[in-house]
T-cell receptor, first 114, second 112 residues
Framework: DTEVTQTPKHLVMGMTNKKSLKCEQHMGHRAMYWYKQKAKKPPELMFVYSYEKLSINESVPSRFSPECPNSSLLNLHLHALQPEDSALYLC?????????????FGPGTRLTVL | AQSVTQLDSHVSVSEGTPVLLRCNYSSSYSPSLFWYVQHPNKGLQLLLKYTSAATLVKGINGFEAEFKKSETSFHLTKPSAHMSDAAEYFCVVSDPGNQFYFGTGTSLTVIP
């Protein structure tokens, strides 16, 4: 199994809603990432988990709350989002050691905030 | 510090002609370099990677890239463009930790 899965594919939410994005991989990777991508732009790093511990938080607003319940799962909890948070949210995973150190990306969740 | 510069924001080629997407990098370390492709509303797919082995790297779908340390470049090439190659391409450099640095992307258009 060499894929990263993300659910849901699409999400529409109001500014007062609470929702969660889910990411899963079964490749034994111990680093997992959340990125935000706006149209025609490169992905912007939000969070990195290494061995289930948060290792990088790129000054993301507290309305985004990551969680890594185990080595295969990564969640992103959303609350009180703003319309400018509408974007493609990408999850990626990576083997932390060795030369096979590329990131594997999921297909993304397209988020629309109304 | 690591950074990547993609020299062209947009490249347009005719089907069957060569493709050249340019990337220059800056790295404080011996770099690992990657090219990813992204089709509309999709995730990123790895095309190829350089991790200090052979300087000419072959990837999927006929793409290859050459690592040139003296020029700090890692340009992506393909001998003959196909319509399905139309997409956004990102050059990426990684650091010894867990962070990746993306270029701003090159949008490739293939004209039939």
């Amino acid at each position: 199994d060499t894929e990263v899965t993300q659910t849901p594919k699409h999400l529409v939410m109001g500014m007062t809603n609470k929702k969660s994005l889910k990411c899963e991989q079964h490749m034994g990777h111990r680093a997992m990432y959340w990125y935000k991508q706006k149209a025609k732009k490169p992905p912007e790093l939000m969070f990195v988990y290494s061995y289930e511990k948060l290792s990088i938080n790129e000054s993301v607003p507290s309305r985004f709350s990551p969680e890594c319940p185990n080595s295969s799962l990564l969640n992103l909890h959303l609350h009180a989002l703003q319309p400018e948070d509408s974007a493609l949210y990408l999850c990626a995973s990576r083997l932390t050691t060795g030369i096979d150190n590329e990131q594997f990306f999921g297909p993304g969740t397209r988020l629309t905030v109304l | 510090a690591q950074s990547v510069t993609q020299l062209d924001s947009h490249v347009s080629v005719s089907e069957g002609t060569p493709v050249l997407l340019r990337c220059n990098y800056s790295s404080s370390y011996s770099p690992s370099l990657f090219w990813y492709v992204q089709h509309p509303n999709k995730g990123l797919q790895l095309l190829l990677k350089y991790t200090s082995a052979a300087t000419l790297v072959k990837g999927i779908n006929g793409f290859e890239a050459e690592f040139k340390k003296s020029e700090t470049s890692f340009h992506l090439t393909k001998p003959s463009a196909h319509m399905s190659d139309a997409a956004e391409y990102f050059c990426v450099v990684s650091d010894p930790g867990n962070q990746f640095y993306f270029g701003t992307g090159t949008s490739l258009t293939v004209i039939p």
